[in-house]
C-alpha cells in the first residue's frame, strides 16, 4: 500500500494547517484510517482514526482541535489542524489498517511511508 502525506509546515502558536493522505480509493474504502505523530525524541502515537463508516476517534489532546475527514472522490483523507500548539511539533504519518493493528501502531504496523514534517512555533 502507497501512502503520501502531505501539508505540513511551520506555523506559529494559533495557526493551523491541513494535512493530506492520498491513496487508492479502494484502499480507503476498505479499511481503517488513521494519522500518527512522532515527536523529536518520543514514540509514534495515534492521532485520529477514520472508519469505512466515518466514524472517528482522536487523541485526547487533540480533541476538538484536530479533525479527520475524507475527500469527496475519497482517495484523500485530511487531517485538518486548528490552534496548533507548540506541543504538536512532530513528523505526522498516516496508515492504514484494522483498527485494533491501528491502536498498536509499531507494535502491529512495520511499513511507514514518508511523513510530513509540522512545527509550531510559540
Known amino acids: 500500500v502507497q501512502l503520501q502525506a502531505s501539508g505540513g509546515g511551520e506555523v506559529q502558536a494559533g495557526g493551523s494547517l491541513r494535512l493530506a493522505c492520498r491513496a487508492s480509493?479502494?484502499?480507503?474504502?476498505?479499511?481503517?484510517v488513521g494519522w500518527y505523530r512522532q515527536p523529536p525524541g518520543k514514540q509514534r502515537e495515534l492521532v485520529a482514526t477514520?472508519?469505512?463508516?466515518?466514524?472517528?476517534n482522536y487523541l485526547n489532546s487533540v480533541k476538538g482541535r484536530f479533525t479527520i475527514s475524507r475527500s469527496r472522490t475519497k482517495d484523500t483523507v485530511y487531517l485538518q489542524m486548528n490552534n496548533l500548539q507548540p506541543e504538536d511539533t512532530a513528523v505526522y504519518y498516516c496508515?492504514?489498517?484494522?483498527?485494533?493493528?491501528?491502536?498498536?501502531?509499531?507494535?502491529?504496523?512495520?511499513?511507514w511511508g514518508k511523513g510530513t514534517q509540522v512545527t509550531v512555533s510559540s
Open positions: 496508515n492504514v489498517g484494522r483498527y485494533s493493528d491501528l491502536v498498536k501502531g509499531d507494535d502491529a504496523i512495520h511499513y
Open positions: 480509493r479502494d484502499i480507503f474504502d476498505s479499511t481503517v
Open positions: 477514520l472508519t469505512q463508516g466515518d466514524s472517528t
